[in-house]
């Protein structure tokens, strides 16, 4: 009959060993490595049995592409792949770490910082199984999520993609994995694999480990701990998730004590998958192994056998696959990597391939790419948009509260200021439809702010837009406005690129607010992948809101602010006053932030 592994009746083990037991060294060197999708021919998928296939950061098959493109790329992958001998499919993934953050159209939904503030668990577990349908919707079956970093210095580029400084609370958090994955089944064991259906997603947890812990939060860098400070602040999240049956990690880029991450047996084999019994598979993060010499790829025979030895299972080539696999090759051939460590990655693969039924289901579900940008998961969005914000101050000392404002202004006008107002780009942040992110509102579909607040507001208000109000302009028009509204904060970026020592708001953020609150009453909003200096600015302002990074849904702002729902966020992360302080989180010895984690005023919804 036919081969047993193709038989979705026979056990799980009998698949895999009937699987592997049939494939060459380069059947199982090739199940081992993932390449960029603008290089996955149906003819390099078949001619190297390419196991995977990822989406780096803006790889799109054409720009502002619809699900129906994606699900032609996807499917035509997929068939040169199951075309092999073994006919073995093709695991594509994507980076889908607020939304499906590539994809035009798709929702954005804030990023991890923004939803530690909601303290809101289940919210978050509801969004992960929203944005696993609309993964599916573009044919993709595996996310490069969630990102579960403890991250400990803001001056980290992506702290932002971090839920929490507190283990504890990144550990809540971790049920965005039982939203992408599913639940795991009752009699589910402990460390497997476990993805509930076609509706659901592998997911990823990253980056092992320690990412958030780098010295002065420089990315990629080095984490020195001692091995408590480790296990207490940025291992916990990956108990929880191994718990919750995550399919995948990633390593990360960081090293630990000096050892580079992608190079650690100690911690890759004998701690995760030892100790933990992490039975899905451990990826590289992307060209991880080139980088484990410096210069990067200076001798990649070391890097392979670094990487493969240290138990990573799956590579992240997105180049250079026929020298990886050629190298892989030669070092298993000559005995420096032994067949049971290259058996033991695709054991792993092969166990999530078949959990999560992508044999049997190799090809997209035409009938979800409706599921695109929903607008239930928009509102579910708004929602997180709301319970995100974090009211930092609310009336002057002896003043009565300014927020909520109201709907109606008495004076029938008032100004909005500020580059961030009416820019969906700044508001999603990194990671949006290109790797950096984008500034301006043509990047997808979306509310901004100052969109929002005139929706919001009755309709015989004349809400006044100034990106920039100078001195002149607020003199002349200072009776005119009964308040403002001022949104300021840090433009995109992602990784490296964000990595930033002083952490001072962006100009000309400062002078619009000096400017328009020096003159009237004025609520600033803060869009920012974390806490900024804002120490000079707290006297002058009448009200402070740190939004994060929103997304798309950004009437979710409005929402709050004119009082249809109340302030409820809570800080996610410590508040400094200066960038000196810093590396300063809850609980340290020496601990004098202008608002400490856990701080949020509250207001009534009218
Ligand atoms: O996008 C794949 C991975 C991502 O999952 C990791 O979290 C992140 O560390 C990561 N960095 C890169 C390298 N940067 C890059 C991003 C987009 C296109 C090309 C390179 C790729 N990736």
């Known amino acids: 009959g036919a081969a047993k592994y193709k038989d979705p009746k026979q056990p799980l083990n009998t698949r895999i060993n009937d699987l592997l037991r049939r494939m060459t060294l380069a059947e199982k060197i090739g199940q081992m490595s993932q390449i960029e999708r603008e290089n996955a021919t149906a003819d390099v998928m078949r001619n190297y049995f390419i196991g995977s296939v990822l989406s780096g950061g803006g790889s799109v098959p054409s720009p502002n592409a619809a699900p129906a493109e994606w699900v032609r790329m996807v499917n035509e992958i997929q068939r040169g792949a199951l075309s092999s001998r073994l006919g073995i499919p093709m695991l594509y993934g994507i980076d889908a770490v607020h939304g499906h953050n590539n994809v035009y159209r798709a929702t954005i939904f804030p990023h991890n910082i923004g939803l530690g503030c909601t303290r809101d668990p289940e919210l978050v577990q509801k969004i992960g199984a929203a944005v696993a349908l609309e993964v599916r919707a573009t044919g993709i079956p595996y996310v490069f999520a969630p990102c579960?970093?403890?991250?400990?210095?803001?001056?980290?580029?992506?702290?932002?993609?971090?839920?929490?400084?507190?283990?504890?609370?990144?550990?809540?958090?971790?049920?965005?994995?039982?939203?992408?994955?599913?639940?795991?089944?009752?009699?589910?064991?402990?460390?497997?694999?476990?993805?509930?259906?076609?509706?659901?997603?592998?997911?990823?947890?990253?980056?092992?480990?320690?990412?958030?812990?780098?010295?002065?939060?420089?990315?990629?860098?080095?984490?020195?701990?001692?091995?408590?400070?480790?296990?207490?602040?940025?291992?916990?999240?990956?108990?929880?998730?191994?718990?919750?049956?995550?399919?995948?990690?990633?390593?990360?880029?960081?090293?630990?004590?000096?050892?580079?991450?992608?190079?650690?047996?100690?911690?890759?084999?004998?701690?995760?998958?030892?100790?933990?019994?992490?039975?899905?598979?451990?990826?590289?993060?992307?060209?991880?192994?080139?980088?484990?010499?410096?210069?990067?790829?200076?001798?990649?025979?070391?890097?392979?056998?670094?990487?493969?030895?240290?138990?990573?299972?799956?590579?992240?080539?997105?180049?250079?696959?026929?020298?990886?696999?050629?190298?892989?090759?030669?070092?298993?051939?000559?005995?420096?990597?032994?067949?049971?460590?290259?058996?033991?990655?695709?054991?792993?693969?092969?166990?999530?391939?078949?959990?999560?039924?992508?044999?049997?289901?190799?090809?997209?579900?035409?009938?979800?790419?409706?599921?695109?940008?929903?607008?239930?998961?928009?509102?579910?969005?708004?929602?997180?948009?709301?319970?995100?914000?974090?009211?930092?101050?609310?009336?002057?000392?002896?003043?009565?509260?300014?927020?909520?404002?109201?709907?109606?202004?008495?004076?029938?006008?008032?100004?909005?200021?500020?580059?961030?107002?009416?820019?969906?780009?700044?508001?999603?942040?990194?990671?949006?439809?290109?790797?950096?992110?984008?500034?301006?509102?043509?990047?997808?579909?979306g509310t901004t702010m100052l969109d929002g607040i005139k929706r919001a507001v009755e309709p015989a208000i004349d809400v006044v837009y100034a990106k920039n109000p100078d001195a002149g302009f607020m003199q002349q028009n200072k009776v005119r406005f009964d308040y403002a509204i001022v949104v300021v904060g840090e433009p995109p970026y992602a990784e490296t690129f964000g990595d930033n020592l002083n952490l001072t708001i962006p100009a000309p953020g400062p002078d619009v607010i000096w400017n328009v609150c020096g003159s009237i009453k004025c609520v600033v909003v803060l869009v920012s992948g974390r806490p900024l200096v804002v120490e000079p600015y707290i006297g002058i302002v009448d009200a402070l809101v740190a939004a994060w990074l929103p997304g798309t849904e950004g009437q979710g702002v409005a929402d709050v602010l004119f009082g249809d729902y109340g302030f409820t966020g809570k800080l996610s992360r410590t508040w400094f006053r200066s960038a000196e302080q810093l590396p300063m989180n809850a609980g340290d010895a020496h601990y004098d932030p202008l608002f400490p984690f856990g701080f949020g005023l509250e207001t009534q919804p009218w």
């Open 148 to 445: 579960i970093a403890v991250c400990r210095d803001p001056r980290w580029g992506r702290c932002y993609e971090s839920f929490s400084e507190d283990p504890k609370l990144v550990q809540q958090m971790t049920s965005i994995i039982s939203g992408f994955q599913g639940e795991i089944p009752a009699n589910g064991r402990l460390g497997a694999p476990s993805v509930s259906g076609q509706r659901n997603v592998a997911a990823c947890a990253k980056h092992y480990v320690g990412d958030g812990g780098t010295t002065n939060g420089i990315n990629e860098n080095n984490t020195v701990a001692t091995f408590h400070e480790l296990l207490s602040i940025h291992m916990p999240p990956y108990y929880n998730a191994v718990i919750r049956g995550v399919s995948t990690v990633m390593v990360s880029f960081s090293s630990l004590n000096g050892v580079k991450m992608h190079a650690n047996r100690p911690f890759v084999t004998d701690f995760l998958k030892t100790k933990l019994r992490f039975r899905g598979f451990v990826i590289s993060d992307y060209e991880g192994i080139d980088r484990l010499t410096t210069p990067q790829h200076a001798d990649y025979v070391l890097s392979v056998k670094l990487g493969i030895l240290a138990g990573i299972d799956m590579v992240m080539i997105p180049y250079r696959y026929t020298e990886f696999i050629d190298d892989l090759t030669l070092l298993v051939q000559n005995g420096t990597i032994p067949m049971s460590r290259i058996d033991d990655a695709v054991r792993r693969i092969l166990r999530v391939k078949f959990t999560m039924g992508l044999f049997e289901h190799p090809y997209a579900d035409p009938s979800l790419t409706g599921e695109l940008g929903k607008q239930e998961h928009r509102d579910l969005a708004r929602e997180a948009v709301r319970k995100s914000l974090v009211l930092l101050k609310n009336g002057k000392p002896g003043e009565k509260p300014l927020l909520p404002l109201p709907k109606k202004a008495y004076g029938g006008s008032i100004l909005v200021a500020g580059s961030h107002a009416d820019d969906l780009g700044s508001q999603c942040g990194g990671w949006t439809i290109t790797w950096q992110g984008l500034t301006g509102n043509n990047l997808t579909a």
